[in-house]
């Protein structure tokens, strides 16, 4: 059993922040240990690519930005470095966090302190959800991850299945931590508003070692399409139980996690894999027309850290700090109400991010304009199928 | 275990070093507290409330795992309690102030229902159950979502004020983070020297001995885990608050659990100091090793972590108070030399005994162990200032007897009847009730409380009739010096010799001041000058009236003492009456030496 | 009915995969009496190495049986050497048990250091091909393992109860002090029951190995489970835990069916409870729980 550790550290952000020309900091609060470590690592890698993109260019309000990490390990460890990154760093505003459990933590913290938190990669709804002022999100959530499911079943799936979206039944399954719930609730609420046959809501743990039972229980719902929210353990465990079951569903949607990653399909083979639909933040097979700058990105990236990106969640937090330094060299000072009233003029439409999505503000400081992506996997590569203009190729049902 | 235990001080030099050690802790606890402000840091804020709110929960936990000697994994169930119980009602509208006692009182009743059962198991089978319990409220919290929030957890509103423990500053924050550590260690301070905390200890040793000394067994440990489950509840409310936000995972988590019991055990499990030195010193290197390795590479900072633990557990087993112990015990200057007072500091007269009516009866006493017949209709009585003798061979079922007349047994017929200080009968159903009604008993295999010293040992005899720790020190004493064991007051039961030992183990049960006295061999693998001593001291027990029984195998002693023997062989009487004429019976020589010698 | 006998299949194939974890642990905490919390972590080492066997030199995962069984031994007994013995006569057992949560920790975390936390996959070489076995189907892995584990058990226990090593073993169990005075090396042995406990994982490992991907994290899970059905069958019964890792296979695939995926962890851990508290022996275990009196 993993112990982690409960604590704050003192002096990660000493090694890092070790260049003493240090003009205006920003903290990146990410899970850089623990179980969360490896994506938490590759978001704060979106950010640090940004920085120092914006350094090049002159930085924000023509100063240099320094970035300085905490490690979010944990709920309390979060809040010890949300404080650390603001009294003792005095950074003007906080970049985080992958997980929501920790940004829900630390936002808070910065709430309290009147220090702007922006949310580059946390999809729980909660994370925005609680009238806080100092908090924005750039990045699409659970909500809209169950909604372009949902959209890709009735305008994709059910067509192609020569079925009324009425007709079509649909089992969700998802990991039961809080990730997994609200993608899965989503789902359920968009199904049931598209008419949608809901046969089976079900939860499971993650660290699962069988999911016969389940797979045994699809197959006698008799479901057309499945819908799995999940890491990578699971999806592998899924797909590899059902294919030996002989469930042959029209359709199975992954969500996230486990599906977009190349490792899972070399686990259970490209010709299992083949054709099952994947929901997602923008990963590199975007149409690149869609997602100006991506293949710039990924350039970037190969020459920093000498290796491909491991998944496209440092793309979405490259793109969400892009945006927010922008907004804050455009601001007259770093004070917080300066950074927060330059962010909420953020204007960019669709089409013109490295993501392919825009940026704008709505309700509950949450970008209105955040969008998922429809992949699938085509002959060993998860390729963009959805909406039609990210799209590179065309989506393949019951073949 | 190690319990360096506050005692009450026989020598100078005890009292410095016990004052000495009370300043530094004083130090300690007071840098908790000023630390903090004065260096006016958010982020150093927040390190020195963890350690509060860990060392609040370590020690709460030590109530349980180390007083009571039961390892619990699961007491994150407590804490998680408490933090669900506080943000419902917060959300609701309640103050926290309020949640947490309501949390505390829902823990409680858990931890009534999880534990009872629980007690059976011992050492690894109850820690394997908490865990079993933890993952089953994990669960149960993950699926019940309309209480819970399920997975996606429960937020706080942010609503400031001490009112709702929610505040922007921190000291506030801190306070009661420390007032909470201060509940705990009072709390945890004052069961320990208090009765409660003897007896938690004594059946942490020897369950059974406890038992006799008429320690309600089950009744002190579940009070135990209820005032610790409260505490950690309590703790877990504030917590809550603090973290504004909680979710199952990380509430009822597996990890915290041990982590919890990881303080305690690394400052000294079973001292009231330990758990709050584990944490001093735990979290701050825990800090380090993050800090100074956890940029380095993944999970390298974790690989340290595990080793450190392993080097720890190695070389420390004890924890920091053992070896804080070691070191003053290196020091430690020699004890009084208060002469050893003799046994049978009472006078023995002449006088012939007064023998009284019956004080207890036996009737038809059966017992099968399997297929074994034990005990086949064993019926005696014992009257007042008598001495029985119970003999028999090896394997005649006298023990058993024994543990049927003191409730260790139940008899499948038959029945154990004792005349009560109140002039009626009783027929008393368990260890605690034989007790009560003033029945002591000693074994055959000697039970000291290996943790605590001779006196301390005494004193849990004492216990029985004294509430207070002065009081019952001090019968503790005058047995003790009644004993012969006036010099070893202070030293650690184990240091004692056999004969020592068996005289510590008589010494316990007449600090019960017994009416009925049950001694189990306490003369086998004694010396003669022991012996010897043993005969005038039980002669002299019996002068103040009490009546004993005894199973003796030296027979040179139970002819000198007994007013009437009992012979047992293969769970029958086979002769009682008078010991000169009981031993020239045939059946008893045959049962004892084989048929030629009866013959002969 | 038809997917009752697959779930029946299912359950009783899972079950096999816990038996073979699960007799390891029963012959380490029964025996040596240690609960060995890095049990899992043994799992995740024997897998790592099934791993790098096989993509290393291209081997069967079945083959490197034959190097990962002597390692794990090896390990086993060097733990129990240089990490429990020490700790034999601790005033405190407890100690113990943060003696293995130390190791579980230290194993988990240089797995991710050298690995990362990605999952590794051992090539299964056909194994995740199918049986028909009348109506029901199961993978041809599963049934090596189900069969495996029926071979480690009676061999297991035959060697108890047939050799002079066994023999001293289960003497030592019930009585170290007798069998010290018998002239049995005990410490000998404890050292040996824990290598051979480690060596069973080892062996399990190579055939679990190809049908599961390997993570750091894999034997977080298993332990649990593991500790269930050891107290289920019975502290130190070899054929206990076979019979009781059936049963909780079948509970899991049952419930996981009939009552639902995110309430079985709950159910399994229910019935541990019940057992625990109802009887403490196990249901195949023969030990009478302490006499009241003894100390």
């Known amino acids: ?399 | 275990m190690t319990d360096t235990t506050l005692k009450s001080a026989v020598t100078p030099a005890r009292i410095g070093r016990h004052r000495l050690g009370l300043i530094a802790l004083g130090l300690v606890l007071a840098a908790l507290f000023v630390t903090p402000v004065v260096i006016g840091d958010e982020f150093v804020y927040h390190i020195f409330i963890t350690i509060c709110i860990f060392a609040a929960l370590s020690t709460a936990w030590n109530i349980v795992g180390g007083y009571a000697g039961q390892l619990s994994l699961g007491h994150a169930i407590f804490y998680g309690i408490g933090a669900y119980a506080g943000v419902i009602l917060v959300n609701m509208g309640i103050s926290p102030w309020i949640g947490m006692f309501a949390g505390a009182a829902v823990a409680v009743v858990a931890a009534v229902v999880v534990s009872y059962p629980c007690f059976r198991l011992h050492g690894p089978f109850f820690a394997l159950a908490t865990i079993a319990f933890l993952e089953v409220f994990r669960v149960l919290a993950l699926h019940f979502r309309e209480l819970t929030g399920g997975a996606t957890g429960l937020m706080i509103p942010l609503k400031i004020g001490w009112e709702w423990m929610v505040f922007r500053e921190r000291l506030p924050a801190l306070i009661i983070a420390f007032g909470m550590l201060l509940v705990c260690l009072g709390v945890a301070w004052a069961i320990r020297s208090r009765r409660l905390g003897f007896h938690l200890i004594a059946t942490r040793e020897r369950e059974s001995a406890a038992r006799a000394a008429g320690v309600g067994t089950v009744k002190v440990r579940l009070f135990a885990v209820a005032v610790s489950a409260a505490l950690s509840a309590m703790v877990g409310t504030f917590h809550a608050m603090y973290l504004t936000f909680i979710e199952p995972s990380s509430m009822f988590s597996l990890q915290l659990s041990i982590q919890i019991a990881m303080f305690a055990l690394i400052g000294g499990i079973g001292t009231v100091w330990g758990p709050l030195l584990g944490a001093v010193l735990l979290v701050p290197i825990t800090e380090f090793a993050r800090g100074a390795l956890g940029a380095e590479a993944i999970g390298l900072h974790g690989f340290v972590y595990g080793v450190v633990l392993m080097l720890v557990v190695l070389f420390m087993p004890n924890g920091i108070m053992g070896v804080l112990a070691r070191f003053a015990s290196g020091r430690k200057e020699a004890a009084g030399d208060e002469p050893d007072t003799h046994i049978a500091a009472v006078a023995r007269t002449d006088v012939a005994p007064q023998i009284g009516d019956p004080v207890l009866r036996v009737e038809g006493l059966q017992k099968h162990f399997g297929g074994l017949h034990v005990t086949n209709d064993v019926s005696f009585t014992l009257r007042e200032g008598e001495i029985l003798g119970l003999i028999g061979p090896n394997g005649a079922g006298k023990t058993t007897v024994f543990n049927m007349l003191s409730g260790f047994l139940k008899p499948d017929q038959g029945s154990v009847t004792l005349l009560g200080p109140d002039g009626e009968w009783h027929e008393p159903g368990n260890p605690g009730d034989f007790a009560a009604l003033g029945l002591g008993r000693t074994f055959q295999i000697v039970q000291p409380f290996a943790a605590m010293t001779v006196e301390e040992n005494i004193m849990v005899g004492a216990f029985h009739r004294y509430h207070a720790v002065s009081d019952a020190r001090e019968a503790a004493r005058e047995t003790a010096h009644r004993m012969g064991l006036g010099r070893y007051l202070q030293d650690e039961a184990n240091s004692l010799t056999v004969g020592g030992l068996k005289r510590l183990e008589v010494a316990r049960v007449m600090a019960m001041k017994p009416r009925v006295l049950l001694l189990d061999e306490v003369m086998a693998g004694i010396n003669r000058t022991d012996v010897k001593r043993a005969v005038d001291l039980m002669l002299s027990i019996r002068e103040t009236g009490v009546s004993i029984i005894a199973i003796e195998h030296v027979m040179q002693a139970v002819m000198a003492l007994s007013d009437r023997v009992v012979v047992l062989s293969s769970g029958e009487i086979i002769a009682q009456g008078d010991p000169q004429e009981v031993v020239r019976d045939p059946h008893v020589i045959e049962a004892y030496l084989g048929k030629e010698f009866a013959d002969a | ?295």
């Open chain 3, 1 to 295: 009915m038809q997917t009752f006998l697959q779930i029946i299949a299912n359950g009783l194939m899972l079950g096999g995969l816990f038996a073979i974890i699960a007799v390891g642990l029963t012959l380490i905490f029964g025996i040596v009496k240690v609960v060995n919390f890095a049990h899992g972590e043994f799992l995740m080492v024997g897998m790592y190495l099934t791993y790098l066997l096989t993509t290393g030199i291209g081997v069967h995962p079945y083959a490197t049986a034959a190097a990962v069984v002597p390692i794990l031994f090896v390990f086993g007994a060097v733990t129990q050497r240089l990490l429990i013995q020490p700790l034999m006569h601790a005033r405190d057992e407890h100690i113990q048990i943060f003696a293995t949560v130390g190791l579980s920790t230290a194993l988990m975390n240089l797995a991710l250091l050298i690995f990362g936390a990605d999952i590794a996959n051992t090539p299964n070489h056909g194994l995740r091909s199918q049986i028909h076995l009348g109506p029901v189907r199961i993978l041809e892995g599963q049934l090596w393992i189900f069969l495996a584990a029926i071979l480690l058990v009676t061999g297991l226990q035959l060697f108890l109860a047939r050799t002079n090593t066994g023999r001293a073993i289960r003497a030592t169990a019930q009585n170290r002090a007798a069998a010290r005075l018998m002239g049995i090396n005990d410490r000998f042995i404890y050292v040996l029951t824990f290598g051979i406990g480690a060596a069973c994982v080892g062996f399990g490992s190579a055939l679990i190995a190809p049908l599961y991907p390997t993570s750091p994290t894999i034997g977080t899970y298993f332990v649990l489970i593991a500790f269930v059905i050891v107290v289920l069958g019975g502290l130190g019964s070899i054929p206990g835990a076979f019979f009781g890792a059936l049963i909780i296979g079948l509970v899991d695939a049952l419930s996981g069916f009939y009552i639902g995926s995110d309430l079985r962890e709950a159910v399994v851990f229910g019935i541990f409870l019940v057992i625990l508290i109802l009887k403490p022996s196990g249901l195949f275990g023969t030990r009478v729980s302490q006499s009241h009196v003894s100390p």
């Open chain 1, 1 to 399: 059993m993993r112990l982690s550790f409960i604590m704050a550290t003192a002096a990660t952000a000493a090694l890092i922040t070790g260049s003493a020309t240090a003009d205006v900091k920003f903290g990146a609060l990410y899970p850089f240990s623990g179980q969360l470590a490896l994506l938490g690592e590759e978001s704060a890698r979106g950010v640090e690519i940004a920085v120092e993109e914006v350094n090049a260019n002159g930085g924000v309000q023509g100063e240099d930005v320094t970035l300085v990490r905490g490690d979010a390990v944990d709920n309390n460890q979060a809040i010890g470095e949300a404080r650390r990154l603001i009294a003792r760093e005095g950074v003007k505003a906080i970049m985080g966090t992958y997980s929501s459990s920790r940004s829900i933590a630390a936002s808070q913290v910065a709430e309290l302190s009147g220090v702007p938190y922006f949310e580059l990669g946390a999809v729980a709804d909660e994370v925005t959800g609680r009238e806080l002022q100092y908090l924005y999100r750039t990045n699409p959530t659970a909500e809209d991850m169950g909604r372009m499911s949902v959209q890709m079943i009735v305008d994709e799936i059910a067509p192609a299945l020569d079925k009324d979206p009425s007709e079509v039944r649909v089992g969700i399954i998802h990991e039961d931590s809080s990730y997994g719930t609200s993608v899965a609730g989503h789902q359920e609420r968009f199904g049931e508003e598209a008419g949608l046959q809901i046969a089976t809501v079900q939860g499971y743990p993650a660290s699962t070692v069988d999911m016969s039972s389940l797979v045994l229980d699809l197959q006698g719902r008799d479901v057309d399409v499945v819908m799995q929210t999940s890491y990578q353990n699971d999806s592998v465990l899924f797909l590899q139980q059902a294919n030996e079951s002989g469930f042959k569903p029209a359709a199975i949607i992954g969500g996230g996690g486990g599906y977009s990653m190349l490792p899972t399909a070399e686990a259970v083979g490209t010709d299992v894999i083949e054709g099952v639909l994947d929901v997602d933040f923008t990963q590199y097979t975007v149409d690149p027309a869609y997602a100006p700058g991506m293949e710039d990105f990924v350039e970037t990236y190969r020459e920093k850290y000498g290796e491909e990106p491991r998944s496209g969640h440092s793309l979405n937090n490259y793109v969400g700090a892009m945006a927010i330094f922008a907004a804050i060299d455009g601001a007259e000072s770093f004070e917080p109400d300066a950074i927060v009233e330059a962010v909420e003029q953020i204007d960019i439409p669709e089409g013109e991010t490295a993501a392919g999505y825009g940026i704008q503000f709505g309700e509950n400081n949450q970008n209105e304009r955040a969008k998922m992506m429809g992949m699938q996997w085509q002959d060993g590569k998860l390729v963009t199928v959805y909406p039609a203009e990210a799209a590179t190729s065309e989506m393949k049902i019951g073949q």
